[in-house]
């Protein structure tokens, strides 16, 4: 029986989540505080308007209109420290800021992994699909690991190399792949390319580099299918992120059962949280009285050898 986890992530130097409610999140990314919206935050806010009003910077939506409002003028972008790796960031169109925080307990689970078996003296393939900012291949790389980073926009590839250089990586193996995802797996198989260790992040919707569609729910069994084909015989961790809204993580559970009966192993499944970090008021070091709360952020599953 798969029984879903809770994993969260709590506040750090550089990153917090300072409140949520009402339908948005108030976040700190270095000195910078950042207002955005979530429907997961169904529940009220904690601060009062008055301090929500002093963000830095809100991601309002008006109409047919969704853009970024400054009280400050702020840097285009500016670097932050998280989890031992340096990232740009910057207000961006869709509410983004170039980072998922919440990730960084996938990013812990298979860095780990990577690391016991590059301790063996075995090389480590990782194939990161729909790979944003290479968060998650910076970190596979910093651990040992050989990294294919496949994305379809070709900003989120030139900030994942930015992301890299400042993070000191540059020179690690990594490719920096433009190409839509499904496409570029079926290529891997003509190539008779393998992986030990695939990451996927389907978006619910979306578009490659030159107008190739992804819908969710017709495409994701037919990306599944093929990655499996592109495994090594002795293949280390496959892990699924998700946030399009309506599936399950038991549903992403239930995906990697055949890989479970073909390698053995085990499979968790389960919800990426953020603890939320205190008052307003200690925002600069996340410290003081915390809410308890919890801001759901995702579902994975994930199996590993």
């Known amino acids: 029986m798969l029984n879903p986890i809770i994993e969260n992530i709590k506040p750090s130097k550089d990153y917090a989540l300072l409140d949520s409610g009402d339908g948005e999140k108030m976040e700190r990314y270095g000195d910078v505080v950042l207002s955005r919206p979530d429907p997961q935050a169904l529940w009220p806010k904690s601060l009062n308007d008055k301090e929500w009003k002093s963000v830095d910077a809100y991601f309002q939506r008006s109409g047919r209109d969704a853009d970024w409002k400054f009280n400050r003028e702020i840097e285009k972008r ?25 990730q960084a307990t996938n990013w812990k689970w298979f860095g780990k992994l990577i690391e016991e078996r590059t301790k063996k003296g075995e090389e480590v393939n990782v194939l990161n699909l729909f790979g944003y900012t290479g968060g998650a291949s910076l970190y596979a790389a910093k651990h040992g690991a050989k990294v294919c980073h496949v994305d379809g926009s070709k900003s989120a590839i030139g900030w994942g190399r930015d992301n890299a250089e400042i993070s000191g990586l540059a020179d690690k193996p990594i490719r920096w792949i433009l190409d839509d995802a499904m496409e570029f797996v079926k290529r891997e198989i003509k190539r008779g390319k393998k992986y030990d260790g695939i990451i996927m992040d389907p978006p619910a919707f979306g578009h490659g580099p030159t107008g190739e569609m992804w819908k969710i729910e017709e495409d994701f069994l037919k990306l599944l ?31 990697l059962l055949p890989m479970q009966k073909k390698f053995g192993g085990s499979i968790e499944i389960g919800a990426l949280t953020i603890e939320e970090a205190g008052p307003l008021t200690e925002r600069s070091s996340g410290d003081g009285e915390k809410s308890g709360r919890l801001l759901p952020c995702g579902i994975f599953g994930r199996w590993s050898e």
């Open 78 to 102: 500016w670097m932050i420290e998280y989890e031992g790796l340096k990232f740009w960031i910057k207000p961006s169109a869709f509410k983004h800021t170039g980072l998922f925080p919440e």
């Open 225 to 255: 299918d093929a990655t499996q084909q592109i495994l090594t015989d002795k293949p280390l961790f496959y892990l699924i992120n998700g946030y399009a809204s309506g599936y399950s993580a038991i549903a992403y559970g239930n995906c």
